[in-house]
């Protein structure tokens, strides 16, 4: 089927297409998940397959004629399963997953990004797809109070387009996030479950180190140990999965022929201690010792942005204001003559 004309317009002038078509092939046999968190993921499922009995049977539509949208809420720390669920949910309902690139939604030219939020609503309405929306908080943040800059009316109106098109919406769209706290307040009721994705314990680190290696075919040695490193290293899923990838390229750049290759414990360590060093690099600030919490890059923007505009304001004004001086002298000069 065809984009909506919005996005086939603007996808002329972009490298990415607005929305990935992916066929979903991860199940929720490839990811290791806490307990509470896989319960919550089941109750989400079972809220859509038994949302034509309660909508339909049992009268429900009748009375809520809007609201309809399985929305689901997916919060928690980078590389814990967020967008594997979202494909093994997906894959779950036999439907195709409609994955939001917002930076290629996101338009330069004004009302164009809420245009834009309106057509993927409507594609995934069209082709009875699950609409993924992955780092969610970058199109439902909060409203702006102040609306003296057009960014900041353009912000709004996309948070207003994305919250009326949920209230229209009857499909299944998954919101995913590391920053839950950034929402709209009024975002929260239009979603029907939140998940909430915590940071695997040991028993699911061990689980997670076995299941990011072929069954038969990886090469390991007699030393390797899963239960150890899930002990020692308290990390994400994401970072072991980095860290099994990591060791492999250890393993199989050391000298000697390929037959002979093992991964060992000693390349997991390294591995591992190469993700966790990478991690603190990303978090080092050229302002040691002083005491500064991360800012919203959004927040940011709209900051340097109002401050530019103060400054130009400034200098506007007293452009001016030397101008009418120097009227002022002018006019005096010839009434004195």
Same mark, same amino acid.
């Given at each position: 089927m065809n984009s909506p004309p919005v996005l086939s317009f603007f996808s002329r002038f972009r490298s990415r297409p607005a929305v990935d078509t992916i066929t979903p092939e991860r199940t929720f046999a490839d990811v290791i998940l806490p307990q509470a968190t896989r319960r919550t993921l089941d109750q989400a499922l079972a809220q859509v397959h038994n949302h034509g009995l309660i909508f339909g049977r049992w009268g429900l539509g009748e009375r809520h004629a809007t609201g309809l949208a399985l929305a689901f809420n997916f919060a928690g720390p980078p590389g814990t399963g967020k967008t594997i669920c979202a494909e093994a949910i997906a894959h779950a309902l036999r439907k195709q997953l409609l994955a939001v690139n917002y930076a290629e939604v996101e338009s330069m030219w004004v009302g164009e990004t809420p245009k834009n939020v309106a057509a993927l609503f409507r594609k995934a309405a069209e082709e009875d797809a699950v609409l993924f929306f992955d780092e969610a908080d970058a199109i439902a943040a909060r409203r702006s109070s102040g609306t003296a800059l057009p960014h900041q009316r353009?912000?709004?109106?996309?948070?207003?387009?994305?919250?009326?098109?949920?209230?229209?919406?009857?499909?299944?769209?998954?919101?995913? &996030?590391?920053?839950?706290?950034?929402?709209?307040? +009024?975002? *929260? %009721?239009?979603?029907? &479950?939140?998940?909430?994705?915590?940071?695997?314990? +040991?028993? *699911? %680190?061990?689980?997670?180190?076995?299941?990011?290696?072929?069954?038969?075919?990886?090469?390991?040695?007699?030393?390797?140990?899963f239960r150890a490193l899930a002990d020692e290293f308290s990390v994400s899923g994401g970072d072991i999965k980095n860290a099994v990838l990591k060791a492999a390229s250890i393993a199989a750049a050391e000298p000697g022929p390929d037959v002979g290759k093992r991964i060992s414990q000693r390349h997991f360590v390294q591995a591992m201690d190469e993700v966790i060093s990478a991690k603190a690099v990303m978090q080092q600030s050229l302002f040691k010792g002083e005491d500064v919490s991360p800012i919203d890059p959004m927040a940011g923007a709209l900051q340097g942005a109002e401050a530019r505009w103060r400054t130009m304001a400034v200098l506007s004004l007293g452009v001016a204001v030397t101008a009418l001086l120097a009227a002022v002298i002018a006019l005096s000069v010839v009434l004195a003559r």
């Open positions: 353009e912000a709004n109106t996309t948070v207003n387009v994305l919250l009326r098109e949920l209230e229209r919406f009857s499909g299944v769209v998954i919101f995913a &996030t590391n920053l839950a706290a950034n929402f709209d307040p +009024a975002f *929260e %009721r239009r979603i029907r &479950t939140h998940v909430l994705f915590e940071m695997p314990g +040991a028993e *699911e %680190r061990e689980r997670i180190w076995l299941v990011q290696l072929h069954p038969t075919n990886t090469p390991l040695a007699d030393d390797v140990n």
